[in-house]
T-cell receptor, first 115, second 113 residues
């Protein structure tokens, strides 16, 4: 079975400081990993994904994430946070060896960037 | 512009009534999905469809029904059998099943009075 955990419900960071939103996963093989962002009363927007290759993945709006197989993590990072980054962030995983199982989402982490 | 359109954005219904949420995509995607979002619970999969005229139950299919008669359309019916239907419903599609990311609509908020 595949699962993903986001251990923090809320992350607060000052504008201009680096931010990290944590994600850990559990799959039987090599995972496909995704990050999405959701603004209030809107749908989710794709930020980035890891399928294979370089462990450091760069995505939209200056975000990046690092795939760490030994720690089964895929933390989302940004060097300098903006107030406009305040939103709900979701990590998702898919086990390509699980047949036709769709993406499984974490419960989300609310990021608040304070000016 | 290509995208996914959900309607209505807000919907109020009386308890015991069936409601149908519309989801249309013009991205030519094969796969479509319905998720339910509740505060603190993330996204939970209701139904998904990999191809026209085929769909599978997700984790919380009870009290819901879907159809996939056309590639671009995947309507969700919330039936009176759904115990707690008040929620934010999200439709999504993907170009492929394996590695493709999901594209989401703007959501439909259903409130049952």
């Amino acid at each position: 079975a595949q699962s993903v955990a986001q251990p923090e419900d809320q992350v607060n960071v000052a504008e201009g400081n680096p931010l990290t939103v944590k994600c850990t996963y559990s799959v039987s093989g090599n995972p496909y990993l995704f990050w999405y962002v959701q603004y209030p009363n809107r749908g989710l927007q794709f930020l980035l994904k890891y399928i294979t290759g370089d462990n450091l993945v760069k995505g939209s709006y200056g975000f990046e994430a690092e795939f760490n197989k030994s720690q089964t993590s895929f933390h989302l990072k940004k060097p300098s946070a903006l107030v406009s980054d305040s939103a709900l962030y979701f990590c998702a995983v898919r086990d390509p060896n699980s047949g036709n199982t769709p993406l499984v989402f974490g419960k989300g982490t609310r990021l608040s960037v304070i000016a | 512009d290509g995208g996914i359109t959900q309607s209505p954005k807000y919907l109020f219904r009386k308890e015991g009534q069936n409601v149908t949420l519309s989801c249309e995509q013009n991205l030519n995607h094969d796969a479509m999905y319905w998720y339910r979002q509740d505060p603190g619970q993330g996204l939970r999969l209701i139904y998904y469809s990999q191809i026209v005229n085929d769909f599978q139950k997700g984790d919380i299919a009870e009290g819901y029904s879907v159809s996939r008669e056309k590639k671009e359309s995947f309507p969700l019916t919330v039936t009176s059998a759904q115990k707690n239907p008040t929620a934010f419903y999200l439709c999504a599609s993907s170009i492929g099943w394996n590695t493709g990311e999901l594209f989401f609509g703007e959501g439909s908020r259903l409130t049952v009075l």
